[in-house]
């Protein structure tokens, strides 16, 4: 299956969306369309056969005009915005002035002659205004009629055309009645609603930012030269220079000794981290030491925070059901306005015929149901920036809305609410032949295999192995441990050495899931008491969730001693020694009784269980499988961006609902009143603008919900 | 009053020179990122310039 994302910049509402909706079910071969009307895309899933040319072509006979996304088309249409408001706004203040006179003229009345030099001169501000200004209004509105359904240009066109040649006509023929104001101040008001809300979505622009913390050139050491080369040119195993207070340009393993680096922009996370020879740097993260020098391991577009970007964007580009009802509400509407504008005209015709035309356009304008189809969406994408920014990804966003009825969230316990970093406490050597730097020479030798969090204990433990050593056909088991082949000199005699569980490596007695122990041979020759200890943030954490009303639970393999010693520190229940079985027998449980559960884990064994939960929730460490199958992934270990999330959800909910309303209140009650009348044309125009720009004003205060701190007055 | 005969094609020439300036500007950029220069200061000396 293939994904393609395309932009429609003239796809300004839900009725539009509806369209290419339905268009592209025609289409054989399409999989899923997914219509994020606030980027103005559709993420379209399509198999192999399928040619993205031809999902071009049907999305244009629909009327539409679509281009391949990935080109930055939003600049281009924010200068021509820009260009067509500047233009209306001159011609306002002009045809305003005459305007003026023309009104005084009415009433305190005014020579023919200088009447008509009045009207001509509005006229001559008005043209460029309707033939240049308006032209996307009526561009729009067409191409929605020739596709066979009503946007919500319509109806504006509509009011624009219908006030101008009603004028041109009085013009011409030396009536009085001209509205050339109205027709400008439409035009100047309404594009200046589209200028702001297009300026807005660029602060929604997610993977622009993103990517934009990428640098664009990177210093390449070439025999020792540095030079600048374009960072998309980089490859793995290229020796690149990072100058201090540079952005990394790609992910690599570090060759100085240390570097501190700023990796908030992956992680969320502001502390400063200190990496060492050899970890693995990631790309768009700040050096904030020294300069250092680093080994690509990777391209450009296969670094972490590509990964990242990507998952994002297909997130956003998701619609969430609530969407979906907003788009049916918005779709039926306008040809209900078209309707209503018609049966005002009508019945003002018996009641005071020269305020007709009038009461007829200010229903037009003022009606636009832009509000109501941007207020779900803008919130939405709102949200998912400031999740991003905070350290979480939503892979899906109608996770969105499943985690506000959470109220018990499971943590699998390694590395989350514990240091990720365990460490060895205690080496007990129990064959008296070895000593204790062999036992950790041997354990580092194979715990490099392994991915366990454990296995980090080792990477600087033991000696690095003598030259000869070499470790042969290395196999690791899943829930066991490691086991290989290891000689002390090439080509001499090996044996079989076995690190990781009691069990796996054949040691009898009490078995300690915080032990490793390591075998030569089937007997055991050494044991490692490792320890881990409780994150210092997680307690903040802990005390924060259970704020927002909802229960962690620890699930642990660890004993259950170990595992209630924890608890105890954290003040919460726990699961100890539990099958992926028992864990998502113990999630069913809860969802019988009624709770909503969220499931944090990291490893390939709690799939099943990530599966069975309402949402499922990842680290970034974990493997593909589970990233791929979770609704949220965290970007860092710890657990504050989890409750951010909660926290961003419920704020996301109260967002919504206040823009709903209030874009349903507000074409309630403009509607009755333009049809009586009773509304200027200036504060129809004022108030449709107004109404779709409050709504992303409203959606904006979600990029500014501030972080969960670890706040002293936390605690009480 | 005869005044508005001349005035009115006199503010019509100077709209339009307005109008033209103001396409000038929108097209050499002069209103993007309008708060970048701000952020100079911040910015080293890239010395290729010299």
């Not at chain 1, 041109?168 to 023929?173: D, G, I, Q, S, V």
């Not at chain 1, 125009?685 to 992303?696: H, I």
Request: glycine share 8%.
């Amino acid at each position: 299956m293939s994904v393609c994302t395309i932009s429609v910049s003239d796809m300004h509402c839900a009725a539009c969306a509806g369209k290419i909706r339905r268009a592209l079910t025609t289409l054989d071969g399409i999989e899923a369309t997914h219509i994020n009307p606030v980027r103005r895309q559709v993420l379209v899933e399509h198999g192999r056969a399928t040619d993205p040319l031809q999902i071009l072509n049907t999305i244009e006979s629909a009327g539409f005009t679509p281009t391949l996304a990935g080109l930055d088309d939003h600049d281009e249409r924010q200068r021509d915005l820009l260009k067509r408001l500047g233009i209306a706004g001159l011609a306002m203040m002009q045809v305003m002035m005459a305007a003026i006179a023309l009104y005084a003229g009415s009433f305190d009345g005014i020579e023919p002659a200088y009447e008509r030099l009045l009207q001509f001169t509005s006229l001559l501000f008005t043209i460029p205004v309707v033939c240049y200004s308006a032209v996307p209004f009526f561009t729009s509105a067409l191409s929605s009629i020739r596709g066979g359904g009503l946007n919500m240009d319509v109806p504006i066109a509509l009011a624009i055309s219908i006030a101008f040649s009603v004028s041109l006509h009085a013009t011409l023929t030396g009536g009085s009645d001209v509205f050339y104001d109205s027709v400008v101040m439409f035009t100047f008001l309404l594009l200046g609603a589209r200028y702001i809300d297009n300026r807005l979505q660029r602060r929604f622009d997610l993977t622009g930012q993103l990517l934009s913390a990428l640098p664009s050139t990177a210093l390449r050491i070439e025999a020792g030269e540095r030079q600048p080369v374009p960072v998309a040119e980089l490859a793995p195993g290229d020796q690149i220079w990072v100058p201090e207070g540079a952005q990394i340009p790609v992910d690599g393993t570090l060759d100085g000794n240390t570097a501190l680096l700023d990796e908030a922009v992956l992680t969320g996370e502001s502390d400063w981290v200190e990496k060492q020879t050899a970890e693995t740097v990631y790309a768009g993260t700040l050096n904030r030491g020294a300069g250092f020098g680093l080994t690509a391991t990777r391209t450009v577009d296969e670094s972490r925070i590509a990964d990242i970007a990507q998952l994002a964007e297909q997130a956003e580009v998701g619609q969430a059901r609530i969407t979906r009802i907003t788009d049916r509400i918005a779709g039926i509407f306008i040809p209900s306005v078209l309707a209503l504008a018609a049966l005002t005209f009508v019945i003002w015709q018996f009641v005071d015929p020269s305020r007709a035309l009038m009461a007829m356009l200010t229903v037009l304008v003022v009606s636009c149901p832009c509000a109501l189809s941007l207020a779900t969406p803008a919130a939405l994408t709102a949200a998912m920036t400031r999740l991003r920014q905070l350290g979480v990804v939503l892979t899906n966003s109608e996770a969105l809305e499943r985690v506000l009825d959470v109220n018990r969230v499971y943590i699998d316990k390694t590395g989350t609410l514990t240091t990720s970093r365990p460490a060895i406490l205690h080496t007990e050597v129990l064959d008296s032949g070895m000593n204790q730097a062999e036992c950790l020479t041997l354990a580092t030798a194979l715990q490099r295999y392994s991915s366990h969090p454990y296995a980090t204990a080792f990477e600087h433990a033991g000696a690095d192995s003598g030259p000869g050593w070499t470790v042969e056909d290395v196999e690791t088991v899943t829930g066991g441990g490691v086991r290989g082949w290891i000689s002390a000199d090439a080509g001499g005699p090996s044996a079989e050495f076995r690190i990781g569980s009691a069990s796996f490596a054949g040691a009898s007695g009490e078995a300690d899931d915080r032990s490793v122990y390591l075998a030569r041979a089937g007997w055991v020759i050494a044991r490692f008491d490792l320890s881990n200890q409780v994150r210092p943030d997680a307690m903040a954490s802990v005390t924060a969730l259970k704020n927002l009303g909802i229960a962690p639970v620890m699930l642990s393999g660890d004993s259950p001693e170990r595992c209630a010693e924890t608890a105890a520190v954290l003040g919460i229940d726990f699961l100890a020694r539990q099958t992926p079985e028992a864990k998502l027998a113990a999630i069913h449980a809860d969802q019988q009784r009624g709770a909503r559960v969220l499931m944090l884990g990291d490893g390939i064994n709690d799939v099943p269980v990530l599966a069975g939960a309402d949402v499922s929730a990842a680290v970034v460490e974990a493997s593909d499988l589970v990233k791929s199958r979770s609704d949220v992934l965290l970007l860092s270990r710890r657990l504050a961006p989890l409750t951010d999330l909660f926290r961003v959800a419920r704020q996301t909910r109260s967002i919504t609902l206040q823009n709903l309303i209030w874009a349903a209140a507000y074409n309630l009650t403009a509607i009755p009143v333009a049809a009586l009348g009773l509304m200027p044309p200036w504060l129809a125009a004022l108030g449709m603008a107004a109404s779709s720009t409050l709504v992303m004003l409203n959606a904006t205060r979600l990029l500014s919900v501030a972080p969960t701190e670890a706040a002293p007055g936390m605690e009480a | 009053m005869e005044i508005l005969v001349v005035l009115i094609p006199v503010s019509v020439v100077l709209i339009g020179i307005a109008a033209a300036i103001f396409l000038w500007a929108v097209n050499n950029d002069q209103f993007e990122q309008l708060d970048k220069h701000g952020f100079d200061i911040f910015e080293e000396d890239s010395g290729d310039e010299k």
